[in-house]
T-cell receptor, first 115, second 113 residues
Framework: AQSVTQLGSHVSVSEGALVLLRCNYS??????LFWYVQYPNQGLQLLLK??????LVKGINGFEAEFKKSETSFHLTKPSAHMSDAAEYFC?????????????FGGGTRVLVKP | DSGVTQTPKHLITATGQRVTLRCSPR?????VYWYQQSLDQGLQFLIQ???????AKGNILERFSAQQFPDLHSELNLSSLELGDSALYFC????????????FGAGTRLSVL
């Protein structure tokens, strides 16, 4: 079984400050890891993904995440927050299974950006 | 725009009723997934179809069923609706059946009164 834990259901940052969203996963096999963003009244949009290879992954809108196997973490960062980053962020894990491909999501972290 | 189309956007119905949610995947995608997003359960995987065949099943109630048609669009049927079925239902699609990026539609918001 696989699971995802996102620490902090709400995060408040000032515009221009670092954004750090934490994600820890559990998986018995090498995972595929994703970060999605959900803006109000919209679907989920992929920010970035990790499958294999380089552990530092760059995504859209200036976000990046680092896969740390020893810590079973995949934290998302952005050096400088923008007002448009206010949204809910979901970490998700998938893996090669005999039966299909499902995403298991964390509980989400809602980001508020203060001017 | 992800290229995944879901209809309707909103659905209001009464307990005990049956509804059908429709999803058209991105052009070329063979897999379709259904997810439920609710305040108490979060985002939960329901079911995956690949090229017309059921591929994986998650926490889908027996009152719910889905299918994928030869043109690859999918429908999620929810019957004997209960208040607790009120949620946002997302469809997603991907090219194959293996772990890969899933592209999400805008969702159908179901309100059961």
């Amino acid at each position: 079984a696989q699971s995802v834990t996102q620490l902090g259901s709400h995060v408040s940052v000032s515009e221009g400050a670092l954004v750090l969203l934490r994600c820890n996963y559990s998986s018995s096999v090498p995972p595929y890891l994703f970060w999605y963003v959900q803006y109000p009244n919209q679907g989920l949009q992929l920010l970035l993904k990790y499958t294999t290879g380089a552990t530092l992954v760059k995504g859209i809108n200036g976000f990046e995440a680092e896969f740390k196997k020893s810590e079973t973490s995949f934290h998302l960062t952005k050096p400088s927050a923008h007002m448009s980053d206010a949204a809910e962020y979901f970490c998700a894990v998938s893996r090669q299974e005999a039966a299909g491909n499902k995403l298991t999501f964390g509980g989400g972290t809602r980001v508020l950006v203060k001017p | 725009d992800s290229g995944v189309t879901q209809t309707p956007k909103h659905l209001i119905t009464a307990t005990g009723q049956r509804v059908t949610l429709r999803c058209s995947p991105r052009s070329g995608d063979l897999s379709v997934y259904w997810y439920q997003q609710s305040l108490d359960q979060g985002l939960q995987f329901l079911i995956q179809y690949y090229n017309g065949e059921e591929r994986a099943k998650g926490n889908i109630l027996e009152r719910f069923s889905a299918q994928q048609f030869p043109d690859l669009h999918s429908e999620l049927n929810l019957s004997s609706l209960e208040l607790g079925d009120s949620a946002l239902y997302f469809c997603a699609s991907s090219v194959g059946q293996d772990p890969d990026i899933q592209y999400f539609g805008a969702g159908t918001r179901l309100s059961v009164l």
